[in-house]
């Protein structure tokens, strides 16, 4: 079974506006990070987001918020406002066990994100 | 600033050439870095985990003669892809392991893009 899955190949977003990212995951660990990565195509791998599955609240940075619902085993990235700047490759990946033992991350297929002006 | 240093960012070379992209640790010592590989529109695939003063750990399916990988320092890692043929052409990006972990427990280079004629 897939860890990670992204079931959006692409998608696209009027600029200004909200779009929502899909990720779901799947492992027994009750201890996991989830994170969010965006590509753009010159190829690094930017940070954006993270989620621990203790965390009790969503995490937010700037325009990006985690919508995290541990029973669904989801964790969707909402970007808001959305800029020309935002067109990229969005990853979400998953590290199983805690910050101590875990260091693995697992990938998901990427969404390719269209902003249109 | 950067974090993490990869070079170089493009090869072109003639096939049955060794390649070697080196991958450096600016911030901190790093005993564990990875490798992936990257086919166009694709995620980012694991290749090995790499260990400083020890042998590195390949995924399987991953040719370890192929690509032969040294970690003979705390802030320096290679990646040598032997005799490479067209095949071999990919992006491979390197991350290093965060020594705390928290919330971004790997830091990736910048990719190396690789194209064998």
């Known amino acids: 079974a897939q860890k990670i899955t992204q079931t959006q190949p692409g998608m696209f977003v009027q600029e200004k506006e909200a779009v929502t990212l899909d990720c779901t995951y799947d492992t027994s660990d009750p201890s996991y990070g989830l994170f969010w990565y965006k590509q753009p195509s010159s190829g690094e791998m930017i940070f954006l987001i993270y989620?621990?599955?203790?965390?009790?609240q969503n995490a937010t940075e700037g325009r990006y918020s985690l919508n995290f619902q541990k029973a669904r085993k989801s964790a969707n990235l909402v970007i808001s406002a959305s800029q020309l700047g935002d067109s990229a490759m969005y990853f979400c990946?998953?590290?199983?066990?805690?910050?101590?033992?875990?260091?693995?991350?697992?990938f998901g297929t990427g969404t390719s994100l269209t902003v249109i002006p | 600033g950067a974090v993490v240093s990869q070079h170089p960012s493009w090869v072109i070379c003639k096939s049955g050439t060794s390649v070697k992209i080196e991958c450096r640790s600016l911030d901190f010592q790093a005993t564990t870095m990875f490798w992936y590989r990257q086919f166009p529109k694709q995620s980012l695939m694991l290749m090995a985990t790499?260990?400083?003063?020890?042998?590195?750990?390949?995924e399987q399916g991953v040719e370890k003669d192929k690509f032969l990988i040294n970690h003979a320092s705390l802030t320096l890692s290679t990646l040598t892809v032997t005799s490479a043929h067209p095949e071999d052409s990919s992006f491979y990006i390197c991350?290093?392991?965060?020594?705390?972990?928290?919330?971004?427990?790997?830091?990736f280079g910048d990719g190396t893009r690789l194209s064998i004629l």
């Open positions: 991350s290093v392991e965060a020594p705390r972990r928290g919330n971004q427990p790997q830091h």
């Open positions: 989620q621990g599955s203790y965390d009790q």
């Open positions: 990946a998953m590290r199983e066990g805690d910050s101590y033992t875990g260091n693995q991350f697992y």
């Open positions: 790499s260990n400083e003063g020890s042998k590195a750990t390949y």
